[in-house]
């Protein structure tokens, strides 16, 4: 079975410039996530998406964070425009979601620099 | 507001001795637990999980014991190997909520 797969893996891009992340969720995963992680912390959850529709982004800064999930598959999380403070691993996962207690599988992450 | 605690930033455990860790949450509503692994540049992966009708779940090495009564749960690794020397997440979330909150981790050091 294919894993949560993210692209890219490395990005570097100065202050005020804008960046996406894509991710493919494992097939049939009802229940999308982004989670940042911050150097030295846990991940936080940034936005949780069941089939195509926004469950929770209560954490996610909406003036410049945005992520959609066209068709209920894949989805991508942009940042425009981007801080400093915004360098972070950004970890997608998802999980079968449907309200039953169940694990959620990571991708590998992209890893932001802003500079 | 940390709903889900690792209050030992680091471990450093013998190898073939017993790694503890451990994880508290102030949310009463947690019902599901879940541990997972993290070695550098690689996502967490899941290792074991426990639902709050049990107190205990085991898987070949790994144990997770779960205290309700007192918020805190913890993940024994015995023996622990070298292999087991990453960064541990614990990670709580409540039924129909599929919401998982992650604490800030626990490095493991298993030494030779």
């Known amino acids: 079975e294919a894993g949560v797969a993210q692209s890219p893996r490395y990005k570097i891009i100065e202050k005020r410039q804008s960046v996406a992340f894509w991710c493919n969720p494992i097939?049939?995963?009802?229940?999308l996530y982004w989670y940042q992680q911050i150097l030295g912390q846990g991940p936080k959850l940034l936005i949780q998406?069941?089939?195509?529709?926004?469950?929770?982004d209560s954490q996610l800064p909406k003036d410049r964070f945005s992520a959609e999930r066209l068709k209920g598959v894949d989805s991508t999380l942009k940042i425009q425009p981007a801080k400093l403070e915004d360098s972070a691993v950004y970890l997608c996962?998802?999980?079968?979601?449907?309200?039953?207690?169940?694990?959620?599988?990571f991708g590998q992450g992209t890893r932001l620099t802003v500079v | 507001d940390q709903q889900v605690k690792q209050n030992s930033p680091s471990l450093s455990v013998q190898e073939g001795r017993i790694s503890i860790l451990n994880c508290d949450y102030t949310?009463?509503?947690?019902?599901?637990f879940l541990w997972y692994k993290k070695y550098p540049a690689e996502g967490p992966t899941f290792l074991i999980s426990?639902?709050?009708?049990?107190d205990k779940n085991e898987d070949g090495r790994f144990t997770v014991f779960l205290n309700k009564s007192a918020k805190h749960l913890s993940l024994h690794i015995v023996p622990s190997q070298p292999g087991d020397s990453a960064v541990y997440f614990c990670?709580?979330?409540?039924?129909?909520?599929?919401?998982?909150?992650f604490g800030k981790g626990t490095r493991l050091h298993i030494l030779p």
């Open positions: 990670a709580a979330s409540a039924l129909g909520d599929d919401k998982i909150i």
């Open positions: 996962a998802s999980s079968l979601g449907r309200r039953i207690n169940t694990e959620a599988f």
């Open positions: 426990i639902s709050s009708i049990k």
């Open positions: 998406f069941q089939n195509n529709g926004v469950v929770d």
């Open positions: 949310n009463s509503m947690f019902d599901y």
């Open positions: 097939s049939g995963h009802a229940t």
